[in-house]
């Protein structure tokens, strides 16, 4: 027996942890952050939290490492198939089982995608490029788009595959409602590939999951955990609490004011690393009136004076200072530097000029300010809460009075979803590294499978066709020219005031071995213990 195996830690857990005190070997990992996987239907959410959990149990076909690389997965190799450039050809995995116990084949990569494409399904715009979807032998399938999509493999590292009989057996076919809160069998159960099975699950208080016995990587990868104990801890003196006291083994969102205590502490660590993510706040420009404000019968977002007004008076380097004490990088655009598209002259933003602000407040006709309402979530983005009190100072000084309503993630994004909010605090991670996802997403008018988070209601037919022309452009250099024009107007129009680029910063117990991933997504499959 490894010295490793023998390693035993008294843990002294709360009530919120496990009730009891328990004896944990080393090989069970508590894990611990702030908010909840919203659901575990794998179509159902496209939220971090909600795939970070996902990623331990299901799998997609290509996915990605702890540096945000895509490697195989239940794909093993993809090339666009010889003679034909509208097809994808999949191979995939031989002698993959479901947890269940079910083979894994091209029948069920062919239903997931069909799921994933549904209208109830939050990732269908990663997938409005595909054709058709069919399996040609049992572990080949093709995918057909509408015209050649070169970067079409970018789009598939967080869109899970599901077993078809268990989703029939189940009556799951489609996604949950989320925004309507459907409960279905798959958003507290799973059947899925992954490394780890579901053994219990509490939402918003514990989830349990244990190792695969019969995971296919078995030798690919470290596999060092044997079960996952995660529960979210909303509170951040609570969070840190947790950890400094041996309580749980890992966090992935310490406080920004608490980085020095943790690193400082015996037997604990800090790692981090820059995020691909942006964090933003939205406002509803394309409304002809607003719901939350007390200007009657117009909207005054849809004056592209008034949101620049709101841009210049936002000080981002004093958040960055005061509310992130250094742990962000402002930022003029709503991408990180990690995606095509990005430029340095995008990234520029505004010194704080309250004083032109409120010039361009006045010429547009509201010198005399007006009040609105600011939806923020309180328990996913670092500093949610605390970025956007320090953002309603911020427009009070040039008149506009923010009444901030801040509650947790699962009431504050079907606010955003279902367009009732006009001024929201939002973050938004490019899984695929290329501006194409934010468009399709946060830009594109609002239809069936696109704009389903453009909370802004920009719409614009020529920007609509350009968005759409990028799925299928081979010419990567008139691709990009596309992506210029798109973010030059999206700039010009102020669709969107960006704040600032996360900084990750994980808490440890040092006897781990664990890269920050760039997407704030820990893949515990790879995680060793010294």
Not at 211 to 221: E, I, R, S, T, V
Not at 291 to 301: A, I, L, R, S, T
Not at 447 to 469: C, H, K, L, Y
């Amino acid at each position: 027996m490894s010295s490793k195996s023998k390693l035993l830690s008294v843990v002294l857990t709360t009530a919120m942890l496990a009730g009891t005190s328990v004896f944990a070997s080393a090989e069970t990992l508590r894990w611990a952050r702030a908010g909840d996987s919203l659901t575990l239907d794998p179509h159902s959410q496209n939220e971090g939290p909600t795939h970070a959990l996902s990623q331990q149990i299901y799998e997609p076909l290509i996915s990605p490492d702890m540096e945000a690389k895509p490697i195989p997965a239940l794909a093993t190799e993809w090339m666009v198939k010889e003679g034909d450039p509208n097809v994808w050809v999949f191979k995939l995995r031989e002698g993959v089982k479901f947890h269940g116990g079910e083979d894994f084949t091209a029948e069920d990569v062919v239903f997931s995608i069909n799921r994933a494409k549904a209208e109830s399904s939050d990732m269908k715009e990663l997938l409005v490029s595909i054709k058709d979807v069919r399996a040609v032998d049992d572990y080949t399938v093709e995918m057909e788009t509408e015209g050649p999509n070169p970067i079409l493999p970018n789009n598939l590292t967080n869109l899970f595959m599901m077993d078809k009989g268990w989703a029939e057996a189940n009556d799951v076919t489609v996604p949950a409602e989320f925004d309507d809160g459907e409960e279905t069998f798959a958003v507290r159960n799973a059947n899925g590939t992954g490394a780890f099975m579901l053994e219990s699950r509490e939402p918003d208080t514990r989830t349990v999951l244990k190792a695969n016995p019969d995971y296919w990587g078995k030798g690919q990868f470290p596999l060092e955990v044997t079960e996952i104990i995660y529960t979210p801890i909303q509170n951040a003196a609570t969070r840190v609490a947790a950890l400094l006291s041996g309580e749980v083994d890992i966090i992935q969102d310490v406080p920004v004011q608490d980085i020095d205590r943790v690193a400082g502490a015996d037997g604990l660590k800090v790692g981090n690393a820059p995020q691909n993510r942006t964090i933003f706040f939205g406002i509803n420009s394309g409304g002809d009136d607003l719901e939350n404000d007390n200007v009657e019968g117009k909207n005054p977002f849809a004056d592209v004076r008034v949101r620049k007004a709101m841009n210049m008076a936002i000080d981002r380097d004093a958040i960055q200072q005061v509310v992130m004490r250094g742990q962000s990088a402002p930022t003029g655009v709503i991408i990180p530097p990690f995606v095509n598209g990005w430029t340095e002259e995008l990234d520029a933003y505004p010194k704080a000029d309250i004083e032109a602000a409120k010039a361009l407040m006045d010429e547009a006709g509201y010198g005399d300010g007006f009040e609105v309402t600011m939806h923020c979530p309180n328990d996913r983005y670092i500093n949610d809460e605390a970025i956007c009190q320090a953002a309603v100072g911020m427009m009070g000084k040039i008149g506009i009075t923010t009444n901030l309503v801040a509650q947790t993630k699962a009431n504050h994004f079907p606010l955003i979803s279902g367009k009732e909010t006009d001024f929201y605090l939002l973050g938004w991670g490019v899984p695929t590294f290329d501006s194409e996802y934010v468009f399709n997403f946060l830009v594109h008018s609002t239809t069936d499978d696109r704009g389903s988070w453009n909370g802004s209601r920009f719409s614009n037919p020529e920007v609509d066709a350009m968005i759409q022309s990028l799925g299928s452009e081979v010419d990567l250099d008139k691709r990009n020219e596309t992506i210029a024009k798109i973010w030059e107007i999206v700039q010009e129009e102020q669709i969107y005031l960006p704040i600032h680029n996360q900084v990750l910063n994980w808490g440890m117990k040092d006897n781990i071995d664990f890269p920050v991933q760039p997407e704030d997504q820990p893949h515990f499959k790879f995680l060793k213990f010294n």
